[in-house]
């Protein structure tokens, strides 16, 4: 049995209640078990049995299980005399928890026994806190009109608690409770609120004869401290409840607090008038709030008949906070009469979160409630800023009143402006309050108009737009890159009216536009996405809706749906999806490396099951797709892809394509795609594995590479894109100089207009990949001609470099400066490092006659260590005439051309303390490292000021592409004048630099 509760004629509750319950038995024998859920609360009936005989009750036990405890009861209650039945109960609880951030726990032992006239209720229970224990005890002695508290103690690390009283039913409602305070500690009972708290509380209540409650609270003598913060109080507070024949109830209290640096002073009543007046002076919220935050000074003041009081205020709040509402300042200062007067009343806030998109709000009212004339601006910061102008005026029990301004500024796109003001109307009314709008038109300005006009509920919402472009939505498309805009046409016209009937609705809304398209450029031939004849229909009945959409797609295709429902959660589903088209200029929405690609995609999908649970079924293929890749020089053809959907909620994703060479070059191996796509849950949605033998993954005279990956890409959700698997490369030829074209800028260049500044980090990755470079993977340039082979272990997670561990090997010839040199050692070796900074171990020889010259690079790369050697063995300087000249450092005296070339290998074998000796054996100024911008590369140069002003260099490249002469001039105000002229490009530049 299964039970959803709410009162007769109520709404229904936010958070239900609903009870499972599973009796079975014979006679008065039952064995019960179930469940009872509120929003998170929850509690089992565990395997409990329930007896009864002879006007005997039994609970042999009655077991629930709730807050991560259990709590057994059992007893017997004989009814046979029902003017003085017996009964004796116990009920044991243990391991009960509540409370967060610090875990409350209790253990309770209570006990029941007697007759209607004359019975104890006794019992005890322990509270545990960070390890400190609180104990309870409870005497009650009663009958079956009333119950004398004997006592109510509760002891405590920081002091105490003692209650006694009365507690009357019979023949009327009524109580009279007296508690001392000495040092107690709520947060035994209430996380969070740890304190000791002293003082005396009062409280005496009794049910009138009319039917209605009189009662009252005294707080007298309050003090301690209360979340470690020194309190001190007093406070009164009467009620005089309704009675049934339907007079008002009666409110009355005053209260003078002071908590930590918080004073609070109020005292009101509240009936047919209301009378209430508020001093902070100030109130800092976590002196009273565990989790609140910020201050709030200043005073209110509401008085007036409860159905229209005056307010008065004038309040300032700072960094305000509470659960998740907040806001950076808040202001409210001036009155506002009800009925009449000239009142002023401003409200402002920023840094707001209020749980709508608002981050900012200003309010200015002025005149009465009743009579007011309204002017607000609200917005949040990168979507949006509203403005408006209303008046307002208040009749019998209508509202009424007139919007003469409504301005919305986009922060991306279009903005929109009321085109004539709109009067509008409200009618509350208990049994469902009734409102109106005049015809409230709205035009962009990128075109077009949206009116609305309303008669809620009576004959609904009425929504009509006309030449609305469909360029609106250009803002709100993925940025391109370089910021380039996306080029759309086509107008949209909107045609909608919809009526509440009862917990459904009635009415139609259409949605038409002869044609619209995307182009990403105007010199563009074709439009990568566009469709005629859009025809989009909902109908809206009291049992569920049916929505039609048809258009025609890119051309040739064609786009059909279909969708029927209901209005509840599980209203059952039904749908159809139809898409066929053989234009896919739209795949290059998706990547720029695209081009023309071509095919035929076909779909059919259907939707079944109901709303909250909804089934896919059908498939989507697309067949004999191919496109040009131009930044790689290949081509895919031969692509065949389908997706079938499954019964379990998912779908299988299956295909292949073919990589071939778009010059007609030897490589054509086909990449399998196979994979699972799930729509239930958000646990890895997309799983993909991409498989193949000999793929040609780039044919350009830069690179080309033949690859066997084997990998598996999974993407869920709000976690970071995992790709795992192998990659086998037998085949590649690398020319360095083709792929060298970028030119880092200097270390003193500023950028100031970066291509896109605002772009964030891209999504994360997480990848654990296994590299193997195969024998036949070459390079060559620069000099260098040679091979390289071995493995890699690339690991990467979000927010951390990535990682290698592994070793390649590197052999082959180097050629510079007419010196064949030969790779006898070369090994790029990682071990959990980062793939920017290997371990260098590298040798490079020639052999001159007798003499082998050779030079040793070794460490990391980011600090390498350069050592020239010779065998036989010889100094530094020697060792480098023989192994860039072939023949000793004393033939180069006289010769200053030589003195540069040795100078230019010098630095070519890595010393910078052997270009420094050789500079000064020169007799020139400086020699070292620069950037050359015209050879695209670093030089060794060397170089003199001839004047304060004016400085000339010359240097060599040191991957071996030319000489560059450059030429330094110094004008005034921190411009200087820069020329270079190079083997390759003369360069000319005018620099400001400015030092701080």
Known sequence: MTLAMTGPGAAPAETPLALQLQVDGVGGDARLRGELRQGEFSAKVLNSRLRVEDQVLDLDPLRLELLDGTVVARGTADFNDPANASFRFATNARGIQWGSPTALAADADFGLAGTLQAWALIGNATLTRDGERATLTLDGRGNNERMDLKALDVAMPTG?????????????????????????????????????????????????????????????????????????????????????????????????????????????????????????????????????????????????????????????????????????????????????????????????????????????????VEQLRLSATAGREGLASLALDASLNHRGNRWQGNLSRLAVDMERGADWNLRAPAGFAWTPAPNGSSATLEQACLASTAGGSLCINADWPGRGLSVVGEGLPVALVEPYLPEREHRQPWLLRGELAIDAHIRPVGSGWDGEARITSAGGGIRNSERSRTELLSYDNLALKATFRPQGIEAELGTGFNGDGRIDASLRTGWDAWSPLSGQLSLNTRELTWMELFSPDIVEPTGRLNAQITVAGTRDTPQLGGQARLADFSTELPALAITLREGNVQLDAMADGSARIHGSVRSASSAGNDGNGVLNINGTLGWKGDETPLVLRLSGTDVLVSDTPDLRAVASPDLQLNYQIGQPTRLTGT????????????????????????????????????????????????????????????KVDGNM??????????????????????????????????LLSWSNDPVSNPVVNLRAERVIGEVTAGVDVSGRATAPQASVWSNPASSQPEALAYLTLGRPLSTLSGDQRGDLNAANAALTAGGGMLASQLATRIGLEDAGVTQSRALGSSVFGFGKQLSPRMYVGYGVSLLGTGQVLTLKYLLDHGFDIEIESSTLEDRGSINWRKEK
């Open 160 to 368: 105490t608690l003692a209650a006694t009283g009365r507690i009357a039913w019979a023949p009327s409602l009524a109580w009279d409770i007296d508690s001392r305070l000495a040092g107690f500690d709520p947060g035994y009972f209430a996380a969070g609120w740890n304190g000791s708290i002293n003082g005396h509380i009062t409280s005496t209540g009794s049910a009138r004869d009319d039917g209605g409650l009189e009662a009252t609270l005294d707080l007298a003598d309050l003090g301690g401290r209360l979340h470690g913060k020194p309190l001190d109080g007093n406070g009164h507070f009467t009620m005089s409840g309704a009675s049934p024949t339907g007079d008002v109830a009666r409110y009355q209290g005053e209260l003078a607090l002071s908590i930590g640096g918080s004073r609070i002073n109020a005292k009101g009543s509240y009936g047919n008038r209301v009378d209430v007046d508020a001093r902070f002076a100030p109130l800092n919220l976590q002196d009273l709030l565990p989790d609140a935050s910020g201050t709030l000074r200043g005073t209110a003041r509401v008085l007036g008949p409860a159905a229209g009081p005056d307010v008065r205020a004038d309040l300032v709040g700072s960094n305000l906070k509470f659960a998740d509402y907040s806001a950076s300042t808040l202001t409210i200062k001036g009155e506002l009469p009800w009925s009449r007067g000239d009142g002023q009343l401003a409200i402002r806030g920023d840094g707001l979160a209020i749980g709508a998109p608002v981050d900012r709000l200003v309010i200015d009212a002025r005149g009465a």
């Open 727 to 786: 990659i086998l490369v037998p085949e590649a030829m690398v020319n360095l100089e083709g792929l060298d074209h970028a030119v880092s800028p200097s270390a003193d260049v500023v950028v100031l207009d970066p291509v896109n500044p605002d772009d964030g980090p891209g999504a994360p990755l997480a990848m654990d990949l296994r590299i193997t470079v195969g024998d036949d993977v070459r390079m060559k340039g620069f000099g260098l001609t040679g």
């Open 793 to 826: 272990h690339l690991l990467a997670r979000p927010g951390r470099e990535l990682a290698a561990t592994g070793a390649i090997n590197v052999a082959g010839e180097y050629k510079a400066y007419g010196q064949d040199l030969t790779i006898t050692r070369g």
